[in-house]
């Protein structure tokens, strides 16, 4: 029986890992069915790179025109093929996140799960730059998605007054993306030297938005909530002794 070898780089280290031969020095992967030697492997990986080159390309194109649906689409499609892509991982889960008919808790849910295994694949790279930049893009979106949320829900809620029928509805979602914002700040602030930044900035507009559902809340509830915003309050003055934190405004003169 002929050993494998690999054709990009000539190492004989090649195990088989599910239907693809993989070379343990280089990381190129082939089919099986194929064995890792001669014309075929240099033609499969050719072909290989150039599908994922692709892909890469629609994913973007779909990034950049905001469409979610083929964002998910091609971002899945990259991951399947690069599981250890932290782009792919992220959008993957930040476009799920739109397709939802509703952002809800279980929708948060699933789109912090995402974000977290994205934040572990860039927990294991070597280049600091490329740390911070991933990072950097993970929080501009979550910022962004919860921007596109919070806005549309709150205007829903005070709409529907507390004996709507949603008006819990909405008050649990609006928390929630609250809680998002805090948890992945929490995520990311040891990541690099730089990223306590970006966790700040998400812990403080946490607080920006927890405050005006204080006139929501149950005055039974308000004194947990206050002990909640308090904790990422002293979080903050860790690294911004000069934030203040925002007072609700009053109702019939109180809190």
């Not at 099986?32 to 994913?59: R, V």
């Not at 974000?115 to 962004?144: C, M």
């Not at 806005?151 to 909405?170: I, Q, S």
Request: charged letters at 30%; one cysteine or more; glycine letters at 6%.
């Amino acid at each position: 029986m002929n050993e494998l070898m690999c054709e990009m780089c000539g190492s004989n280290m090649v195990t088989r890992e599910g239907g693809f031969y993989i070379c343990q020095a280089c990381g190129t992967k082939f089919p099986a069915n194929d064995a890792p030697t001669g014309e075929s492997q240099q033609q499969y990986s050719e072909e290989f790179s150039s599908e994922l080159d692709n892909l890469y390309q629609l994913a973007r194109r779909a990034r950049d025109n905001g469409d979610s649906e083929f964002g998910h689409k091609y971002y899945s499609e990259i991951l399947i093929k690069e599981p250890f892509d932290w782009e792919a991982q992220f959008y993957a889960g930040y476009f799920r996140a739109f397709l939802y008919d509703f952002l809800d808790e279980r929708a948060i849910d699933e789109f912090y799960s995402s974000t977290a295994s994205a934040v572990s694949i860039v927990e294991g790279l070597e280049d600091v730059e490329e740390k911070n930049e991933a990072i950097n893009l993970f929080t501009d979106e979550t910022i962004r998605l919860v921007e596109s949320y919070y806005g549309p829900y709150f205007e829903e809620m005070e709409y529907e007054h507390p004996d709507g029928e949603y008006f819990a509805w909405y008050a649990n979602v609006l928390l929630e993306l609250s809680y998002l914002l805090n948890n992945y700040g929490d995520l990311v602030e040891n990541i690099t030297d730089d990223t306590y930044q970006d966790a700040v900035d998400c812990w403080i507009y946490s607080i920006d938005i927890h405050t005006p559902m204080y006139k929501y809340i149950s005055f039974f509830d308000k004194g947990e909530h206050d002990k909640y915003i308090d904790a990422y309050v002293e979080k903050i003055h860790e690294y911004n002794s000069e934030y203040e934190k925002p007072k609700p405004k009053k109702i019939f003169g109180i809190i």
